[in-house]
């Protein structure tokens, strides 16, 4: 059973507000997640806070400048009762409520003894302090794609009409449309994004979203890729609006590939084929 958790804001503009972690997953970000900061150091999309087989964890989404739990920078760390995490310039005490820390202290650390090698960057240990020469090496990784993610920031308010290309899959496809295969919140950027599966375990279901991101991986993700070649976190989908639609690798074993081209970050068209690991994702949007 899941214990109930929160998040206690002790610093920054939210500092005294407090935020329930009631879904199993929260995704903190300036523009983008479940949990908005509004602050200039944190990224569009910061970092998740999760809880998974027993334990609740913190993972940098590729941040720019990086998530601090107690104060040390870390890729993907185990969180406990008390812990404090600092992204931007907004520090949050992670708590647990109703639930004696006992209870979690017993789950085993999926980050302890080498277990998991996807949870963070080849060159950094299991679970490990990044020194300041490796946190550069992180920022340097995500460079690459900022350009683009600046030119998304700018063009979110922008008005853009939809371009009518490689539309006709999408119309077939939305005919189908069923409420079980839809993702929807209620205050989605309204974009449907559509992820046929040409290859793999799941081949022939088409996943239907209508929210700001899609997290795709073999854990605890939006998208559930069931293959032992994809990590628990291994790509994230921003959407934007319906012509702004990027895919970005999360620092992922085997990397992400879309049509054929091993990718950090890429924008992404209708038509576009996503490969992770045996698995082979169609890509479309349509504004909705």
Same mark, same amino acid.
């Given at each position: 059973?899941?214990?109930?958790?929160?998040?206690?804001?002790?610093?920054?503009?939210?500092?005294?507000?407090?935020?329930?972690?009631?879904?199993?997953?929260?995704?903190?970000?300036?523009?983008?997640?479940?949990?908005?900061?509004?602050?200039?150091?944190?990224?569009?999309?910061?970092?998740?806070?999760?809880?998974?087989?027993?334990?609740?964890?913190?993972? /940098?989404?590729?941040?720019?400048?990086?998530?601090?739990? /107690?104060?040390?920078?870390?890729?993907?760390?185990?969180?406990?009762?008390?812990?404090? =995490?600092?992204?931007?310039?907004?520090?949050?005490?992670?708590?647990?409520?109703?639930?004696?820390?006992?209870?979690?202290?017993?789950?085993? /650390?999926?980050?302890?003894?080498?277990?998991?090698?996807?949870?963070?960057?080849?060159?950094?240990?299991?679970?490990?302090?990044?020194?300041?020469?490796?946190?550069?090496?992180?920022? &340097?990784?995500?460079?690459?794609?900022?350009?683009?993610?600046?030119?998304?920031?700018?063009?979110?308010?922008?008005?853009?009409?939809?371009?009518?290309?490689?539309?006709? &899959?999408?119309?077939?496809?939305?005919?189908?449309?069923?409420?079980?295969?839809?993702?929807?919140?209620? &205050?989605?950027?309204?974009?449907?994004?559509?992820?046929?599966?040409?290859?793999?375990?799941?081949?022939?279901?088409?996943?239907?979203?209508?929210?700001?991101?899609? =997290?795709?991986?073999?854990?605890?993700?939006?998208?559930?890729?069931?293959?032992?070649?994809?990590?628990?976190?291994?790509?994230?989908?921003?959407?934007?609006?319906?012509?702004?639609?990027?895919?970005? /690798?999360?620092?992922?074993?085997?990397?992400?590939?879309?049509?054929?081209?091993?990718?950090?970050?890429?924008?992404?068209?209708?038509?576009?084929?996503?490969?992770?690991?045996?698995?082979?994702?169609?890509?479309?949007?349509?504004?909705?």
């Amino acid at each position: 059973m899941q214990p109930k958790a929160e998040l206690v804001f002790i610093s920054g503009e939210r500092a005294g507000d407090t935020v329930t972690l009631e879904q199993g997953r929260t995704v903190i970000g300036r523009q983008v997640g479940d949990l908005i900061v509004s602050d200039k150091e944190v990224s569009s999309i910061h970092a998740i806070v999760s809880y998974e087989r027993g334990g609740w964890y913190v993972m /940098d989404l590729g941040s720019t400048n990086g998530v601090f739990v /107690d104060e040390q920078v870390k890729l993907e760390a185990r969180l406990r009762n008390g812990t404090e =995490l600092r992204v931007g310039q907004s520090r949050l005490r992670f708590q647990l409520t109703g639930a004696p820390e006992e209870d979690a202290e017993a789950a085993p /650390d999926l980050l302890e003894g080498g277990l998991n090698a996807d949870l963070t960057l080849p060159h950094v240990p299991r679970g490990g302090t990044l020194t300041g020469e490796q946190a550069a090496k992180v920022r &340097d990784s995500v460079e690459r794609d900022a350009d683009l993610r600046r030119e998304a920031e700018q063009l979110l308010h922008a008005d853009i009409s939809f371009e009518e290309r490689d539309t006709e &899959d999408i119309a077939a496809g939305a005919a189908e449309d069923d409420e079980e295969d839809i993702r929807a919140l209620g &205050d989605g950027p309204g974009v449907m994004v559509s992820l046929e599966i040409l290859e793999g375990a799941d081949k022939g279901a088409i996943r239907r979203y209508n929210q700001e991101s899609v =997290l795709v991986g073999r854990l605890n993700t939006d998208l559930v890729v069931r293959d032992s070649d994809v990590s628990r976190r291994h790509s994230i989908i921003e959407v934007f609006d319906a012509q702004q639609v990027y895919l970005r /690798d999360l620092n992922s074993t085997n990397g992400s590939y879309v049509n054929g081209k091993r990718v950090s970050s890429v924008r992404l068209r209708n038509g576009d084929q996503i490969r992770l690991g045996r698995c082979l994702i169609r890509f479309s949007a349509r504004p909705v």
